[in-house]
Protein backbone atom coordinates (compact mmCIF):
# COMPACT_ATOMS: atom_id res chain seq x y z
CA UNK A 1 0.00 0.00 0.00
CA UNK A 2 1.44 3.56 -1.16
CA UNK A 3 2.26 6.38 1.35
CA UNK A 4 -1.00 8.73 1.90
CA UNK A 5 0.51 11.89 0.81
CA UNK A 6 -2.32 14.30 2.24
CA UNK A 7 -1.92 12.23 5.88
CA UNK A 8 1.72 13.26 5.49
CA UNK A 9 1.23 16.31 5.12
CA UNK A 10 -1.22 16.65 7.82
CA UNK A 11 1.07 14.94 10.15
CA UNK A 12 4.10 16.97 9.06
CA UNK A 13 1.78 20.18 10.35
CA UNK A 14 0.92 18.80 13.15
CA UNK A 15 4.53 18.25 14.22
CA UNK A 16 5.69 21.53 13.20
CA UNK A 17 2.91 23.28 15.28
CA UNK A 18 3.61 20.92 18.23
CA UNK A 19 7.29 22.29 17.89
CA UNK A 20 6.34 25.67 18.07
CA UNK A 21 3.62 24.95 21.25
CA UNK A 22 5.77 22.62 23.05
CA UNK A 23 9.26 25.28 22.72
CA UNK A 24 6.76 28.27 23.95
CA UNK A 25 5.43 26.86 26.55
CA UNK A 26 8.15 24.77 27.87
CA UNK A 27 9.27 26.55 31.31
CA UNK A 28 5.55 26.49 32.41
CA UNK A 29 5.70 22.14 31.75
CA UNK A 30 8.75 22.14 33.19
CA UNK A 31 7.63 23.83 36.48
CA UNK A 32 3.94 21.49 36.02
CA UNK A 33 5.94 18.83 36.18
CA UNK A 34 8.31 19.21 38.77
CA UNK A 35 5.03 20.45 41.09
CA UNK A 36 3.11 17.41 40.34
CA UNK A 37 6.15 14.91 41.05
CA UNK A 38 7.00 16.74 44.17
CA UNK A 39 6.15 14.04 47.20
CA UNK A 40 3.44 15.45 49.36
CA UNK A 41 3.64 12.36 51.87
CA UNK A 42 5.64 12.90 55.13
CA UNK A 43 6.19 16.19 55.23
CA UNK A 44 8.23 16.27 51.98
CA UNK A 45 6.56 18.82 50.19
CA UNK A 46 8.94 20.91 48.78
CA UNK A 47 6.97 23.09 46.53
CA UNK A 48 3.38 24.55 47.30
CA UNK A 49 2.28 26.21 44.07
CA UNK A 50 3.78 26.42 40.49
CA UNK A 51 5.48 30.02 41.64
CA UNK A 52 7.62 28.39 44.12
CA UNK A 53 9.28 26.07 40.90
CA UNK A 54 9.56 29.26 38.94
CA UNK A 55 11.13 31.14 42.56
CA UNK A 56 13.81 28.48 42.93
CA UNK A 57 15.08 28.62 39.45
CA UNK A 58 15.35 32.58 39.99
CA UNK A 59 16.99 32.66 43.35
CA UNK A 60 19.76 30.17 42.26
CA UNK A 61 20.12 31.80 38.86
CA UNK A 62 18.88 29.09 37.04
CA UNK A 63 16.10 30.57 34.92
CA UNK A 64 17.62 28.71 31.69
CA UNK A 65 17.52 25.32 33.88
CA UNK A 66 13.75 25.50 33.14
CA UNK A 67 14.51 24.41 29.46
CA UNK A 68 16.51 21.66 30.43
CA UNK A 69 15.16 18.90 28.43
CA UNK A 70 13.32 20.95 25.62
CA UNK A 71 15.82 18.90 22.80
CA UNK A 72 14.47 15.61 24.26
CA UNK A 73 10.76 17.24 25.31
CA UNK A 74 10.55 18.49 20.79
CA UNK A 75 11.72 15.33 19.55
CA UNK A 76 9.27 13.61 21.82
CA UNK A 77 6.35 16.11 20.60
CA UNK A 78 7.76 15.90 17.12
CA UNK A 79 7.58 12.57 16.44
CA UNK A 80 4.42 11.78 18.86
CA UNK A 81 2.47 14.15 16.38
CA UNK A 82 3.67 13.12 13.65
CA UNK A 83 3.21 9.78 14.22
CA UNK A 84 -0.69 10.50 15.94
CA UNK A 85 -1.84 13.03 12.83
CA UNK A 86 -0.50 9.87 10.78
CA UNK A 87 -2.14 7.43 11.82
CA UNK A 88 -5.34 8.87 12.80
CA UNK A 89 -5.56 10.48 9.32
CA UNK A 90 -4.85 7.23 7.88
CA UNK A 91 -7.06 5.20 9.72
CA UNK A 92 -9.27 7.75 9.28
CA UNK A 93 -9.58 7.27 5.16
CA UNK A 94 -9.44 3.71 5.71
CA UNK A 95 -12.39 3.38 7.85
CA UNK A 96 -14.03 5.87 4.80
CA UNK A 97 -13.04 3.90 2.01
CA UNK A 98 -13.99 0.43 3.17
CA UNK A 99 -17.46 1.24 5.69
CA UNK A 100 -18.16 3.31 2.23
CA UNK A 101 -19.33 6.08 4.42
CA UNK A 102 -19.19 10.14 3.66
CA UNK A 103 -18.86 10.95 7.38
CA UNK A 104 -17.17 9.07 10.37
CA UNK A 105 -19.32 8.64 13.59
CA UNK A 106 -18.75 9.87 16.91
CA UNK A 107 -17.57 6.16 18.32
CA UNK A 108 -16.00 5.18 15.22
CA UNK A 109 -13.76 8.42 15.89
CA UNK A 110 -13.21 7.47 19.23
CA UNK A 111 -11.93 4.33 18.32
CA UNK A 112 -9.55 5.51 15.65
CA UNK A 113 -8.15 8.32 17.54
CA UNK A 114 -7.68 5.77 20.40
CA UNK A 115 -5.95 3.15 17.90
CA UNK A 116 -3.66 6.54 16.45
CA UNK A 117 -2.80 7.37 20.31
CA UNK A 118 -1.26 4.09 20.96
CA UNK A 119 0.85 3.41 18.65
CA UNK A 120 2.22 7.12 19.49
CA UNK A 121 2.50 5.87 22.91
CA UNK A 122 4.54 2.81 22.42
CA UNK A 123 7.07 4.61 20.16
CA UNK A 124 7.21 7.74 22.16
CA UNK A 125 7.37 6.33 26.03
CA UNK A 126 10.98 6.29 26.31
CA UNK A 127 11.65 9.84 25.02
CA UNK A 128 8.42 11.14 27.48
CA UNK A 129 9.93 9.37 30.73
CA UNK A 130 13.53 10.46 29.68
CA UNK A 131 12.36 14.52 29.27
CA UNK A 132 10.33 13.85 32.45
CA UNK A 133 13.58 12.82 34.08
CA UNK A 134 15.80 15.99 32.97
CA UNK A 135 12.84 18.21 33.78
CA UNK A 136 13.29 16.44 37.82
CA UNK A 137 16.89 16.92 37.97
CA UNK A 138 17.89 19.30 40.32
CA UNK A 139 18.66 22.78 38.38
CA UNK A 140 21.54 23.00 36.35
CA UNK A 141 22.36 18.93 36.46
CA UNK A 142 20.45 17.60 33.66
CA UNK A 143 22.31 15.29 31.47
CA UNK A 144 21.80 14.07 27.93
CA UNK A 145 19.32 11.89 26.66
CA UNK A 146 21.29 8.85 25.98
CA UNK A 147 23.11 8.98 29.82
CA UNK A 148 19.65 9.54 30.84
CA UNK A 149 18.24 6.47 29.19
CA UNK A 150 20.94 4.27 29.88
CA UNK A 151 20.93 5.32 33.68
CA UNK A 152 18.45 2.37 34.01
CA UNK A 153 17.14 -0.69 32.18
CA UNK A 154 15.58 0.04 29.00
CA UNK A 155 12.23 -1.90 30.78
CA UNK A 156 12.64 1.26 33.51
CA UNK A 157 12.30 3.76 30.32
CA UNK A 158 8.78 2.36 29.55
CA UNK A 159 7.45 2.89 32.92
CA UNK A 160 4.46 4.32 32.69
CA UNK A 161 3.58 3.11 29.90
CA UNK A 162 -0.25 1.27 31.53
CA UNK A 163 -1.12 4.64 32.32
CA UNK A 164 0.29 6.40 28.83
CA UNK A 165 -2.01 3.74 27.00
CA UNK A 166 -5.08 4.65 29.47
CA UNK A 167 -3.87 8.67 28.58
CA UNK A 168 -4.86 7.78 24.77
CA UNK A 169 -8.37 8.56 25.90
CA UNK A 170 -6.66 12.26 26.34
CA UNK A 171 -6.15 12.98 22.33
CA UNK A 172 -9.08 10.87 21.37
CA UNK A 173 -11.36 12.78 23.11
CA UNK A 174 -9.70 15.94 21.82
CA UNK A 175 -9.44 15.70 18.64
CA UNK A 176 -12.88 13.81 18.28
CA UNK A 177 -14.72 17.24 19.93
CA UNK A 178 -12.14 19.36 17.97
CA UNK A 179 -13.69 17.52 14.57
CA UNK A 180 -17.12 17.60 15.52
CA UNK A 181 -16.99 21.48 16.33
CA UNK A 182 -15.12 21.69 12.98
CA UNK A 183 -17.87 19.74 11.26
CA UNK A 184 -20.78 21.89 12.86
CA UNK A 185 -18.98 25.13 12.04
CA UNK A 186 -18.18 24.80 8.56
CA UNK A 187 -21.76 23.32 7.85
CA UNK A 188 -23.53 26.43 9.82
CA UNK A 189 -20.98 28.64 7.15
CA UNK A 190 -21.74 26.32 4.42
CA UNK A 191 -25.46 26.71 4.83
CA UNK A 192 -25.24 30.20 5.17
CA UNK A 193 -23.65 30.34 2.03
CA UNK A 194 -25.22 29.86 -1.62
CA UNK A 195 -25.76 26.04 -2.76
CA UNK A 196 -23.38 26.28 -5.52
CA UNK A 197 -20.30 28.32 -3.64
CA UNK A 198 -17.34 26.14 -2.66
CA UNK A 199 -17.13 25.18 1.08
CA UNK A 200 -16.03 27.72 3.52
CA UNK A 201 -12.29 26.34 4.84
CA UNK A 202 -11.68 26.81 9.26
CA UNK A 203 -9.77 30.35 9.50
CA UNK A 204 -6.47 29.80 11.61
CA UNK A 205 -8.39 32.19 14.91
CA UNK A 206 -11.68 29.93 14.62
CA UNK A 207 -9.24 26.24 14.51
CA UNK A 208 -7.43 27.91 17.46
CA UNK A 209 -10.52 28.34 19.54
CA UNK A 210 -11.79 25.05 18.85
CA UNK A 211 -8.22 23.75 19.90
CA UNK A 212 -8.63 25.61 22.98
CA UNK A 213 -11.85 24.00 23.94
CA UNK A 214 -10.96 20.82 22.76
CA UNK A 215 -7.90 20.24 24.91
CA UNK A 216 -9.66 21.74 27.83
CA UNK A 217 -12.46 19.16 27.93
CA UNK A 218 -9.91 16.45 27.33
CA UNK A 219 -7.59 17.85 29.84
CA UNK A 220 -10.19 17.95 32.32
CA UNK A 221 -11.74 14.51 31.73
CA UNK A 222 -8.25 13.36 32.14
CA UNK A 223 -6.43 14.98 34.57
CA UNK A 224 -6.67 12.32 37.50
CA UNK A 225 -4.61 9.94 35.17
CA UNK A 226 -2.14 12.56 34.08
CA UNK A 227 -1.54 13.07 37.88
CA UNK A 228 -1.55 9.48 38.54
CA UNK A 229 0.98 8.75 35.58
CA UNK A 230 3.88 10.38 37.91
CA UNK A 231 2.97 7.66 40.94
CA UNK A 232 5.19 5.23 39.58
CA UNK A 233 8.08 7.01 39.14
CA UNK A 234 8.28 9.06 42.24
CA UNK A 235 11.44 6.93 42.94
CA UNK A 236 13.46 8.02 39.89
CA UNK A 237 11.77 11.76 40.78
CA UNK A 238 13.12 11.65 44.33
CA UNK A 239 16.99 10.90 43.00
CA UNK A 240 16.75 13.16 40.77
CA UNK A 241 15.64 15.84 43.20
CA UNK A 242 18.09 14.86 45.46
CA UNK A 243 21.34 15.18 43.00
Request: aromatic share 12%; glycine share 8%.
Amino acid sequence: MGVDIESVAEATSGAVGALLSTTILYPLDTCKTRYQADDRASGRQKYRNLSDVLWEAVSTRQILSLYQGLGTKNLQSFIAQFVYFYGYSYFKRLYLSKSGSKSIGTKANLIIAAAAGACTAIVTQPLDTASSRMQTTTFGKSKGLWKTLTEGTWSEAFDGLGISLLLTSNPAIQYTVFDQLKQRLLKEKQNKLDAGSSPEALSAFSAFVLGAISKSIATFLTYPAIRFIFIPSFGVFDRNFER
